[in-house]
């Protein structure tokens, strides 16, 4: 599968973005889909999970209550919706996808086989 992220931008703290991520294919629905994210000099880190079905999402501890992840299997898109932004959101937002990712391994960004090539996202102060 192939993945392209878009949405990304500048906002002000506080502020809302949504980004989504286009996936190719006809198997988009048996992928779980992941949201990562990388600022400079720091470590690419877990952001929202969704399940196959989308009934399971998942998210970190820093972004809890104010991102939402969905999908739209019909679309073969998932998106990341960011409310309260801040300017610690601000980063490269990769999306990313794996066919037998387990619940316990979803937090782990090797244990993703395939990778959209990431958004800006900056949020000023």
């Known amino acids: 599968v192939q993945l392209q992220a878009f949405g990304g931008g500048l906002v002000q703290a506080g502020g809302s973005l949504r980004l989504s991520c286009a996936a190719s294919g006809r198997t988009f629905s048996s992928y779980n889909m992941g949201w990562f994210r990388q600022a400079p000099g720091k470590e690419r880190e877990f952001v929202a999970h969704?399940?196959?079905?989308?009934?399971?999402?998942y998210y970190a501890d820093s972004v809890k209550g104010r991102f939402t992840i969905s999908r739209d299997n019909a679309k073969n898109t998932v998106y990341l919706q960011m409310n309260s932004l801040k300017p610690e959101d601000t980063a490269v937002y990769y999306c990313?996808?794996?066919?037998?990712?387990?619940?316990?391994?979803?937090?782990?960004?090797?244990?993703?086989?395939?990778w959209g090539q990431g958004t800006q996202v900056t949020v000023s102060s």
């Open positions: 969704i399940r196959r079905s989308g009934g399971s999402t």
């Open positions: 990313a996808a794996d066919r037998d990712l387990i619940i316990s391994s979803m937090t782990n960004s090797y244990e993703y086989d395939y």
